[in-house]
DNA sequence: GGCGCTAAAATTGGCGCCAATTTTAGGCAT
DNA sequence: ATGCCTAAAATTGGCGCCAATTTTAGCGCC
């Protein structure tokens, strides 16, 4: 057995975990959706008691829900539960663009700049599923210069609770161009060290589905 | 079969993850303890299986971290760690202490001034993990009129996560005294629809630790 | 007496089995 | 044809077994 064969076993697992979450925010598995252990099974090529490890981990994240003697479903948060998520966010997010704009070095600066970049660059000609790694990319590299480890995770496992709710933001190009603006307006801000500028953005990216529900 | 043990079967799984969420909140169980499967077996009269699954779930939540195949313990949250889920705290229960004041009704109010009492009451009577007990329920007053549900149980979570490293606060009856005087405040500021005071009184209550670490 | 090595005991972690529950399919009466 | 009742299939959830790893105990050696 190789050295690569007996890590994948080691951790199998956890990769399972990881990946069931990977598809569940990049929205490969949709909102509401049924996750029965045996499709999980032959999707990721593990065992059974692998895929209800994930199951039970990602119902503690609150990415997916679970009802007894029925299974486990993608989470399908409604308008309320989005709405306070959002306000938490808020909460968090706003001190954070604070630590951000003053811990940020020139690397992290590139790092961001690179990262908006590659979205801009993606928008009308990447898949949305692309599309949504390369928005992933951008907040991980957004609050890289956290100090704050607890909270950078915390903003985080937010962020993934939310997007199962995301899907109407990725349904037109005009609202994925308007995130590609703000995160290049995110880069400016910071690269400028105006705080106050970053918390305005934050604010308006991250309550702006509230506002353009209605398509 | 009664119904009552039917019951107990059925949740057998999850009332043993609460029973040892307790167990470790209230400090029956210590900071760096190792919790070995066999020992939650013998202590909650369960299966080993049972044992399994609520390690796991408070392993998510932050309350015992999980080492491969050493087992689990109960966290031991360093000084850092804990500075870090203090700024997070404020970050939260800071703009909450607002939605407190403003939702609070009168059944609310009263049920915060009695578990004060009774917190302010047991002083220097009680045992610690008594007193640890009417702490959380004073806490779990304090936040009931939060209307975001979301924010409740997360500023709860945090509590709980932070908790384990809570020990010195319990060692002298000063500090308990002190945090009753900080109860009965929170309280009249509330009663007062003091929004700022509360805030204040917060504050000084969530970060006085690192001020009074040196005994 | 202390240190290191080896064997036994203890503990964890993954997997499969089986009972319980739910879902689906089929037949029957209206 | 439609709705309902029953039987079969599918799925979940708990438990115990066994391999792998770690810890402990015993023993020889310096």
Tied chains: 1, 2.
């Excluded at 049924?34 to 490890?53: E, H």
């Excluded at 909270?151 to 590609?180: C, F, M, Y």
């Excluded at 995110?186 to 589905?209: C, N, S, Y």
Aim: hydrophobic share 45%; net charge negative.
């Amino acid at each position: 057995m190789t050295v690569a064969t007996s890590a994948l076993i080691d951790h199998m697992h956890d990769d399972v975990t990881e990946r069931l979450r990977s598809d569940i925010v990049l929205g490969a598995l949709r909102p509401g959706e049924w996750l029965r252990q045996i499709d999980l099974q032959d999707r990721y090529n593990c065992t059974r008691s692998a895929a209800r490890t994930a199951l039970a981990t990602l119902a503690s994240a609150h990415i997916v829900e679970h009802t007894p003697n029925r299974g486990f479903r993608v989470v399908q948060p409604s308008v309320e539960a989005r709405s306070e998520i959002t306000d938490v966010r808020l909460m968090l997010e706003l001190p954070a663009a604070v630590e951000i704009v003053t811990n940020a070095s020139a690397a992290d600066i590139a790092d961001i700049r690179v990262a908006a970049d590659a979205f801009d660059a993606g928008v009308d000609v990447l898949s949305v599923q692309k599309m949504r790694s390369l928005n992933h990319r951008f907040h991980r590299a957004l609050i890289a210069p956290l100090q704050n480890t607890t909270l950078a995770s915390l903003i985080h496992e937010l962020r993934e609770r939310d997007l199962p709710g995301d899907w109407s933001n990725w349904t037109t190009t005009s609202k994925v161009r308007q995130s590609s603006r703000d995160h290049l307006d995110m880069a400016d801000a910071i690269e400028a060290g105006d705080a106050h500028a970053l918390q305005v953005i934050i604010k308006a990216h991250l309550t702006r589905w509230q506002t353009t529900e209605v398509d």
